[in-house]
């Protein structure tokens, strides 16, 4: 594997389900994002670990937990979603201090809340 | 919210070159310029980013403009392949907290 990845790829689960999202790093990267992008709207930023800590939440509801147990893996842990979290999450990573502050993009996981 | 403005959609012919305008007018002296671009069905991708002077890789060309708010990236001769979303963001130097706008979605024409 390569650059950055996430499973699954689909996924469709109804409000009182509990999931997670994965996604590995294979660049040697020491920072991680998380970002939400819902039909016609711009993509948010809902997390940023960098070094494994977390540094920013931007006000994501609580049913969304990341977790990021090493440099290489990020999950976001789903619990009681709504319809209106339906949208495509896409993960990223980059090196700190990097000359270009480059960010990877996996190609995402299209979550459907029924 | 975004701060950078960009029209909503472009149109190019192949072969032709395209230039894809982006307003920044609170740009800070220390903000870096990037450009990002979303296939269809792929995550966004890198395509080039700058400070204060123009820059040149292999995907693109970037202009940035002597009070710096505003940039054009330019592509030299548009392709199939280059149809996307383009994004113009601002970034501190660490690069972490991107704040997407709607950014321009690019048709090319053959």
């Known amino acids: 594997e390569t650059g950055v990845t996430q499973t699954p790829r689909h996924l469709v689960m109804g409000m009182t389900n509990k999931k997670s999202l994965k996604c590995e790093q294979h660049l040697g990267h020491n920072a991680m994002y998380w970002y939400k992008q819902s039909a016609k709207k711009p993509l948010e930023l809902m997390f940023v670990?960098?070094?494994?800590?977390?540094?920013e939440n931007n006000s994501v509801p609580s049913r969304f937990s990341p977790e990021c147990p090493n440099s290489s893996h990020l999950f976001l842990h789903l619990h009681t979603l709504q319809p209106e979290d339906s949208a495509l999450y896409l993960c990223?990573?980059?090196?700190?201090?990097?000359?270009?502050?480059?960010?990877?993009f996996g190609p995402g996981t299209r979550l459907t809340v029924l | 919210d975004a701060k950078t403005t960009q029209p909503n959609s472009m149109e190019s012919n192949e072969e032709e070159p395209v230039h894809l305008p982006c307003n920044h007018s609170?740009?800070?002296?220390?903000?870096?310029i990037h450009w990002y671009r979303q296939l269809p069905s792929q995550g966004p991708e890198y395509v080039i980013h700058?400070?204060?002077s123009n820059v040149n890789n292999r995907m693109a060309s970037l202009a940035i403009a002597e009070d710096r708010k505003s940039s054009t990236l330019i592509l030299h001769r548009a392709t199939l392949r280059d149809a996307a979303v383009y994004y113009c963001?601002?970034?501190?130097?660490?690069?972490?907290?991107?704040?997407f706008g709607p950014g321009t979605r690019l048709s090319v024409l053959p």
């Open positions: 963001i601002l970034t501190d130097n660490y690069g972490q907290n991107f704040v």
């Open positions: 670990y960098s070094l494994e800590e977390r540094v």
């Open positions: 700058g400070l204060t």
């Open positions: 609170t740009i800070s002296g220390t903000d870096y």
């Open positions: 990223a990573s980059s090196q700190v201090g990097d000359r270009n502050n480059e960010q990877f």
